[in-house]
C-alpha cells in the first residue's frame, strides 16, 4: 500500500541526513574524503550542501554513492523522493485531501 505522505507529522529525513548521521561516523570519512571516494575530486563543496540538506540526490550522486557505499543507486533515489513527496504533501496537504479519485467509466 502506498504511503499517505499527507498523514507524516513531518517530511522524511532529507538524504543527507542518512549520510551525515550514519555514513559519514561508521565510515569514519568527512565531506572531502567521500568526495575524493566517489570520485569527484576536490568537490567537497557538493557533499556538503548535500549533508546539510541543501542539495538533492541526483541520479549521477545516486550512482555514486551506490558505488561506494555498496548500496543501490534506487536505495538514494527513493530517499530523496521520498522526502521531496512528504514536503510537497505537507505544503499542500488540505488541497491535496479535497482532490477526490477518479473512477474508471
Known amino acids: 500500500m502506498p504511503h499517505d505522505y ?3 507529522a513531518t517530511p522524511a529525513p532529507h538524504p543527507g541526513e542518512h549520510i551525515r548521521e550514519d555514513y559519514l561516523p561508521a565510515y569514519n570519512l568527512t565531506p ?13 563543496q557538493r557533499i556538503e550542501r ?3 540538506g541543501q542539495q538533492d540526490i541526483t541520479a549521477d550522486t545516486a550512482l555514486r554513492l551506490g ?6 543507486p534506487d536505495f538514494w533515489l ?3 523522493a521520498t522526502h ?6 505537507l505544503a499542500n496537504r488540505d488541497a491535496i485531501e479535497a482532490i ?6
Do not use: H, I
Not at 558505488?67 to 543501490?72: K, L, Q
Not at 521531496?84 to 504533501?89: E, K, M, Q, T
Open 32 to 44: 572531502g574524503r567521500l568526495a575524493r571516494a566517489m570520485g569527484l575530486g576536490n568537490a567537497r
Open 84 to 89: 521531496d513527496l512528504s514536503v510537497a504533501a
Open 6 to 8: 499527507t498523514r507524516f
Open 78 to 80: 527513493n530517499l530523496q
Open 100 to 105: 477526490q479519485t477518479l473512477e474508471v467509466a
Open 50 to 52: 548535500l549533508v546539510r
Open 67 to 72: 558505488r561506494v557505499f555498496g548500496t543501490t
